[in-house]
């Protein structure tokens, strides 16, 4: 952060023309470095607790290799636990814009992978995923739960990130004619998915929904599934 402040020192005339997309740019770079000084508190608690149990141990009557081994297989099942958790939340706010048509519409880049933000995140998604044991009770040894830590980090950080950037674009990527679609497929989202409107209607505005959609934001099959379980059952036939 401070090399940030002396650069912008020395090129204070720079704000000006740069103007908000500047003020953007710095926005989202610290963010990032907030979020890594959380990772590397995060770090140093997991190590003084470590620390805290080795020495419980050692002042106590068993100190045998099997009492050390219990220890830090409970602390590696207790870490395991939380960045199973975190985890699942980071998946779980990412699928509030996968599954959600309405969402995707507002927010378009979450869902573009061509967009360089996002397609980190995925690419960071992908490596946690990967690397994820089967459950928090499995035995791994303390190198591959700092990878898996790491990857968990990483994913939260580049979802942060791509996230902020996409609340701050929006649909400024594209078209004035796009944008009026993404409008018109917004008002017909609201009438395929009202009670109150006929099964004619629903039917018609759901078709006219995904025809606006085409070739500007790809739907996943998940966020088309939901969509059409909010619009049934006139149309599940």
Same mark, same amino acid.
Request: net charge negative.
């Given at each position: 952060?401070?090399?940030?402040?002396?650069?912008?020192?020395? &090129?204070?005339?720079?704000?000006? #023309?740069?103007?908000g997309?500047?003020?953007?740019?710095?926005?989202?770079?610290?963010?990032?470095? %907030?979020?890594?000084?959380?990772?590397?508190?995060?770090?140093k608690?997991?190590? /003084?607790?470590a620390k805290a149990?080795?020495?419980?141990?050692?002042?106590?009557s068993?100190?045998? #290799?099997?009492? /050390? %081994?219990?220890?830090?297989?409970?602390?590696?099942?207790?870490?395991?636990?939380?960045?199973?958790? $975190?985890h699942? %939340?980071?998946?779980?706010?990412?699928?509030? &814009?996968e599954?959600?048509?309405?969402?995707?519409?507002?927010? #378009?880049?979450?869902?573009?992978?061509? %967009?360089?933000?996002?397609?980190?995140?995925?690419?960071?998604?992908?490596?946690?995923?990967?690397l994820?044991?089967a459950?928090?009770?499995?035995? /791994?040894?303390?190198? $591959?739960?700092?990878? &898996?830590?790491?990857?968990?980090?990483?994913?939260e950080v580049?979802?942060?990130?791509?996230?902020?950037?996409?609340?701050r674009?929006?649909d $400024?990527?594209?078209?004035?004619?796009?944008?009026?679609?993404l409008e018109?497929?917004?008002?017909?989202?609201?009438?395929?998915?009202?009670?109150?409107a $006929?099964?004619?209607?629903?039917?018609?505005? &759901?078709?006219?929904?995904?025809?606006?959609?085409?070739?500007?934001?790809?739907?996943?099959?998940?966020? /088309?599934?939901?969509?059409?379980?909010?619009?049934? #059952?006139?149309?599940?036939?």
């Open positions: 952060m401070g090399e940030i402040l002396a650069w912008l020192g020395d &090129y204070w005339w720079l704000v000006f #023309p740069v103007g997309a500047a003020f953007g740019v710095i926005g989202t770079v610290t963010g990032l470095f %907030e979020r890594q000084a959380e990772q590397e508190h995060r770090r608690l997991e190590t /003084i607790e149990r080795a020495k419980a141990i050692a002042a106590g068993d100190v045998s #290799p099997e009492a /050390i %081994e219990r220890s830090d297989s409970a602390g590696r099942t207790q870490r395991l636990e939380r960045l199973m958790e $975190t699942d %939340e980071v998946t779980r706010r990412w699928l509030d &814009y599954l959600d048509v309405a969402k995707l519409i507002a927010f #378009p880049t979450m869902s573009d992978g061509r %967009e360089e933000l996002t397609a980190a995140f995925l690419r960071a998604k992908k490596v946690a995923d990967g994820r044991p459950s928090a009770e499995e035995r /791994i040894d303390a190198e $591959t739960l700092a990878e &898996y830590r790491d990857a968990v980090h990483d994913f580049a979802f942060d990130i791509a996230e902020q950037n996409a609340r674009v929006r $400024t990527g594209f078209t004035d004619a796009e944008r009026r679609r018109r497929a917004q008002q017909l989202l609201r009438t395929a998915v009202d009670t109150s $006929t099964a004619a209607e629903r039917q018609v505005a &759901y078709k006219r929904v995904r025809e606006e959609l085409d070739g500007l934001i790809a739907l996943s099959d998940g966020a /088309i599934e939901v969509l059409e379980k909010k619009v049934a #059952p006139e149309i599940e036939g």
